[in-house]
């Protein structure tokens, strides 16, 4: 059975739009395939160094499009940006960089999409195939480039892929033989413009599925496109194994994973192993460590407020200093600020201080506008007494003071460890996290 489509479609000239990680990637693969490459960025910043193309950085020229016969685009360039409305016009095809990594690698592929948890079951996922001993690779949206796998990955491993909205735009071939969906709530509605609209771009994941595949959805949901087999979970199923991983929607997670991997066909022994002593990825419930018995828990990548909903249901009965902010996504923040019990503080940081502030504080919660990271970790410590938890879960992209999520919580890693007073002891002796982004 065939579930990718080969390369008989590429081009002899391709151009590659957005030169970050996966830009990188997209670029390489295709010059692998003897495809002539134009990369193009608008940052005329960007280290360019090392790329086999012709790369032209700045503003944009339609004049790259002289024979290219197909664009591919990184996540972060949306759909209406220049150089892929320019292609649209003129007839050449675009295509994501999942979408050509699909046509490139002859893999079965296990995929993850859903609004929070699918960095997690995508990394436990590959924890639970290598504790039964199933080859795989991890890629996608966890932070390695799909088309990085072309010309490395044995074609016999599963691939096992996280896939945002934005990777799902221009996705016409992915035929996963087992598709999972965590959950789906509003996120990223300032670039999907409705929930609408975002939900029936998660859903397409499913729409080219048969019947010897399968569809691992959250009990009760409603129907998706395609024809796979329907396999539920919920948090409260019969695991093989309680996971170590902290947190009800964690347990959720762990059961969208488990039945994913008993449809691969691992044995439950080999789940229970994995469920038993994954610790959670980064920058997720991270606990970075405790000083004078002050829990600090980097949750850096919730990056919606459903997400920052968990982390704060994770630690209940602590009182919680919580720091939010950044560049918002076009959500409200009532149901978020009405999580908050008597006693919790937020300080409010970036681009969506002032919105968080106001839904904050008319739900009665103390909030201090602290503007930037190291300023809301230094008054969050310094209000914290023994047996609270300093919580970084901004509900908030990161790209108005930061690169990414992964940078604000290395950031924040760092103002923690140099808080007066921190030392070796300080520190957990493993990293304890979850996902949810």
């Known amino acids: ?203 397409t994941l499913f729409e080219r599925q048969q019947e010897d595949d399968v569809a691992v959805l959250p009990r009760g949901f409603g129907p998706v496109p395609g024809t796979g087999r329907r396999v539920e979970f919920a948090a409260d199923d019969p695991l093989p194994a309680e996971p170590r991983i902290r947190g009800e929607h964690n347990r959720a997670n762990a059961a969208a994973a488990t039945a994913a991997a008993r449809a691969v066909g691992v044995p439950d022994e080999a789940i229970a192993r994995a469920l038993a002593s994954f610790p959670g990825v980064e920058h997720r419930i991270e606990e970075v460590g405790e000083l004078d018995g002050v829990l600090f828990v980097n949750d850096s990548k919730a990056t919606n407020a459903a997400a920052a909903l968990r982390a704060l249901a994770s630690f209940d009965g602590r009182r919680k200093h919580v720091i939010l902010g950044g560049r918002g996504k076009a959500e409200p923040y009532d149901g978020l600020a009405a999580a908050f019990v008597p006693g919790d503080r937020a300080y409010v940081i970036g681009e969506a201080s002032g919105a968080l502030g106001a839904s904050l504080g008319a739900a009665g919660v103390p909030v201090e506008q602290a503007g930037t990271l190291d300023r809301a970790v230094a008054l969050a410590a310094a209000a914290a007494a023994a047996g609270d938890v300093v919580l970084l879960s901004p509900a908030c992209a990161s790209f108005d003071q930061f690169t990414s999520f992964e940078h604000r919580g290395e950031e924040f890693r760092r103002l923690v460890q140099k808080l007066p007073g921190w030392g070796p002891n300080a520190l957990p002796t493993e990293v304890s996290s979850s996902s949810g982004s």
Request: glycine share 8%; hydrophobic share 50%.
């Open 1 to 203: 059975m065939t579930y990718a489509s080969g390369v008989d479609a590429l081009p002899a000239r391709a151009l590659v739009v957005g030169l970050a990680r996966t830009g990188r990637a997209a670029t390489a693969a295709l010059r692998s395939r003897s495809v002539e490459v134009v990369a193009y960025d608008a940052d005329t910043a960007l280290d360019a160094a090392g790329l086999d193309a012709s790369v032209h950085l700045g503003a944009w020229d339609d004049a790259l499009l002289e024979g290219v016969g197909l664009l591919v685009k990184s996540p972060g360039v949306p759909a209406e940006a220049e150089p892929v409305a320019a292609a649209r016009a003129r007839g050449v095809p675009v295509v994501s960089e999942i979408e050509l990594g699909v046509r490139l690698l002859p893999n079965p592929f296990l995929a993850v999409t859903g609004t929070n948890g699918k960095t997690t079951t995508t990394a436990l996922l590959g924890a639970i195939l290598e504790a039964g001993a199933v080859p795989a690779e991890v890629a996608g949206n966890i932070g390695r480039a799909l088309t990085s796998l072309v010309g490395h990955a044995s074609p016999d491993a599963w691939v096992v892929c996280e896939v945002s909205s934005f990777q799902l735009e221009d996705v016409s071939t992915l035929r996963p033989r087992i598709a999972v969906l965590t959950n789906l709530e509003p996120d990223h509605l300032d670039r999907h413009g409705t929930f609408e609209r975002y939900a029936a771009i998660k859903l």
